[in-house]
């Protein structure tokens, strides 16, 4: 190789960008959360991760949460919660937790099954979305919902997906996408970051075996039947996606795997490949 193709190759790593903000969905750690909650952040923490997002508090208050980031010098920009939170007599306590956590993103990550099977489910959705999104944000909290992959599945020839971007407030309804699910829902990514410029400021970063049936025979799973593997460790091609985080305004990615063999394992092996990834 001559010195003018080596300085080249050197210019073009320059030039690519590294992946910041890599965090942690602890759902992936979650057994290991409700045995030893401080002890889990620790080895969290001593990863390398920065940032994590919450699936529950673990029976602990705001308050100490809060503490045991700080003790461990971890953030939490975002957690999630489930859609029964959404209502209007519970939301403004969990904005209010999320404030003082420190969350600046609150996540809905499922709508169950008897809300889908309604007619107009994701017109209704799509209102509870708004209305929760106007709250939290004269809180300064941003409300998000996180895809799974039914939302891949048209509904009277129609994705939900698309239904939720055009009925949604922009400005009160971000999303965090599951890069496995929309890739397991034969969807590309890339196409919604080009429709929906910046709409997409979190997203999951976990990697798939092989593409499972879709749509799945009895309806969606949380990962029981889906041979998920560590970032890196699967078919889904990272530097083709995340070369496009800019344009879809991503700001924090977090891991997960669904049911891992071993969870800190997982994530670190995940942690280990974002890190040295320049897209």
């Given at each position: 190789?001559?010195?003018g193709?080596?300085?080249?190759?050197?210019?073009?790593?320059?030039?690519e960008r590294?992946?910041?903000?890599?965090?942690?969905?602890?759902?992936?750690?979650?057994?290991?959360?409700?045995?030893?909650?401080?002890?889990?952040?620790?080895k969290?923490a001593?990863?390398?991760?920065?940032?994590?997002?919450?699936?529950?508090?673990?029976?602990?208050?705001?308050?100490d949460?809060?503490?045991a980031?700080?003790r461990?010098?971890?953030?939490?920009?975002?957690?999630?919660?489930?859609?029964?939170?959404?209502s209007?007599?519970?939301?403004p306590?969990?904005?209010?937790?999320?404030?003082?956590?420190?969350?600046?993103?609150?996540?809905?990550?499922w709508?169950?099954?008897?809300?889908?099977k309604?007619?107009?489910?994701?017109?209704?959705?799509?209102a509870t979305?708004?209305?929760?999104?106007?709250?939290?944000?004269?809180?300064d909290?941003?409300?998000a919902?996180h895809?799974?992959?039914?939302?891949?599945?048209?509904v009277?020839?129609?994705?939900?997906?698309?239904?939720?971007?055009?009925?949604?407030?922009?400005?009160?309804?971000k999303m965090?996408?599951?890069?496995?699910?929309?890739?397991?829902?034969?969807?590309?990514?890339?196409?919604?970051?080009?429709?929906y410029?910046?709409?997409?400021?979190l997203?999951?970063?976990?990697?798939?075996?092989?593409?499972?049936?879709?749509?799945?025979?009895?309806?969606?799973?949380?990962?029981?039947?889906?041979?998920?593997?560590p970032?890196?460790?699967?078919?889904?091609?990272?530097?083709?996606i995340?070369?496009?985080?800019q344009?879809?305004?991503?700001?924090?990615?977090?891991?997960?795997?669904?049911?891992?063999s071993d969870?800190?394992?997982?994530?670190?092996?995940?942690?280990?490949?974002?890190?040295?990834?320049?897209?």
């Open positions: 190789m001559t010195a193709a080596i300085l080249s190759r050197r210019f073009a790593w320059a030039a590294k992946i910041e903000h890599i965090g942690v969905q602890l759902y992936t750690v979650r057994d290991a959360m409700k045995e030893d909650f401080d002890g889990t952040l620790a969290v001593a990863v390398g991760y920065k940032e994590v997002e919450f699936a529950g508090y673990f029976d602990h208050s705001p308050k949460v809060r503490a980031l700080e461990h010098g971890l953030v939490a920009p975002s957690a999630h919660v489930d859609y029964q939170s959404l209007p007599d519970t939301w306590k969990v904005i209010e937790a999320a404030n003082i956590v420190g969350h600046k993103y609150i996540v809905n990550p709508i169950g099954d008897d809300l889908r309604q007619p107009d489910a994701w017109k209704q959705a799509s979305f708004n209305r929760a999104g106007e709250y939290s944000k004269k809180h909290v941003q409300f919902y895809n799974h992959w039914f939302e891949f599945e048209p009277d020839g129609k994705l939900p997906y698309d239904m939720l971007l055009a009925d949604c407030d922009p400005n009160l309804v965090e996408m599951d890069l496995c699910w929309i890739t397991a829902g034969r969807q590309d990514p890339l196409k919604y970051f080009a429709k410029p910046g709409r997409f400021p997203v999951h970063v976990k990697d798939l075996k092989k593409l499972p049936p879709f749509p799945a025979e009895g309806g969606q799973n949380f990962g029981d039947t889906v041979d998920m593997a970032v890196g460790g699967g078919l889904i091609d990272w530097k083709r995340l070369a496009k985080s344009e879809a305004g991503i700001k924090h990615y977090f891991v997960e795997h669904d049911k891992p969870g800190f394992a997982s994530i670190k092996a995940s942690y280990d490949y974002l890190k040295d990834l320049r897209v």
